[in-house]
């Protein structure tokens, strides 16, 4: 069973910068396609960012393109999601995804991932 386990969240203010971790157990960071979700208060989750098994393949949603980079460390068994330029709009819930079955396929869809972690809070306000 793969067990994903975020950190990082917190507050910050607009303009500021967050990085979240995803550990994930096994070797699912190295051989399958992992992603970002948020789901912000009162609104649809959504799909963030995802990595293909190799991290030669990447997808962001247009809102968060140049500001949020995906990346992740096969070493650590962690993925990251660098946040930069943070706005309100950001603030969410955000949750790792992996992908049991896609390596370098990076959905959008939620239904493609299997395997989700808990979630972190990240707050943007002043």
């Known amino acids: 069973q793969v067990r994903l386990v975020e950190s990082g969240g917190g507050l910050v203010h607009p303009g500021g910068s967050l990085r979240l971790s995803c550990e994930a157990s096994?070797?699912?960071?190295?051989?399958?396609?992992m992603g970002w979700f948020r789901q912000a208060p009162g609104k649809e989750r959504e799909f963030v960012a995802g990595l293909s098994w190799s991290g030669a393949i990447t997808n962001y949603v247009d809102s968060v393109r140049g500001r949020f980079t995906v990346s992740k460390d096969n070493a650590k068994n962690t993925m990251y999601l660098s946040m930069h330029d943070l706005k309100p709009e950001d603030t969410a819930v955000y949750s790792c995804v992996a992908s049991t079955r896609n390596r370098n396929y990076v959905s959008r869809a939620a239904a493609d991932y299997d395997a989700w972690g808990q979630g972190v809070t990240v707050t943007v306000s002043s």
């Open positions: 096994g070797r699912i960071i190295s051989e399958n396609a």
